[in-house]
Nanobody, 126 residues
Framework: QVQLVESGGGSVQSGGSLRLSCRVSGFSVSSRCIGWFHQAPGKEREAVATIFTEAESTYLADSVEGRFTISQDNAENTLYLQMNRLKSDDTGVYYC???????????????????WGQGTQVTVSS
């Protein structure tokens, strides 16, 4: 059974750090396109970072360049998002999402992802 379970969200002051985790079951985290999406209050969900290890593909949104890092632990079958120097604009729900189709695309278009976790809330206060 395919499942994505996020954890690690919470409340932090501006400038602080958090690490989000996405525990994957039902497929190997390195064998598919997988990533993190952010939905700010009242806004549409947008890609933050994606990775497809076997296709040697990564994407990182300009807004988080130099602050966020996406990584994965193949032994734990877990995806991570290390978030540093957090800003109030980073507040929102963070979702883990994956593409289980047999192609090598791994871009930021949200509608191309059909498998989603339940999300984890991040609140950054100034």
């Amino acid at each position: 059974q395919v499942q994505l379970v996020e954890s690690g969200g919470g409340s932090v002051q501006s400038g602080g750090s958090l690490r989000l985790s996405c525990r994957v079951s039902g497929f190997s985290v390195s064998s598919r396109c997988i990533g993190w999406f952010h939905q700010a209050p009242g806004k549409e969900r947008e890609a933050v970072a994606t990775i497809f290890t076997e296709a040697e593909s990564t994407y990182l949104a300009d807004s988080v360049e130099g602050r966020f890092t996406i990584s994965q632990d193949n032994a734990e079958n877990t995806l991570y998002l290390q978030m540093n120097r957090l800003k109030s604009d980073d507040t929102g729900v963070y979702y883990c999402a994956a593409r289980l189709v047999d192609d090598r695309w791994c871009g930021p278009a949200e509608f191309m992802y059909r498998t989603w976790g339940q999300g984890t809330q991040v609140t950054v206060s100034s």
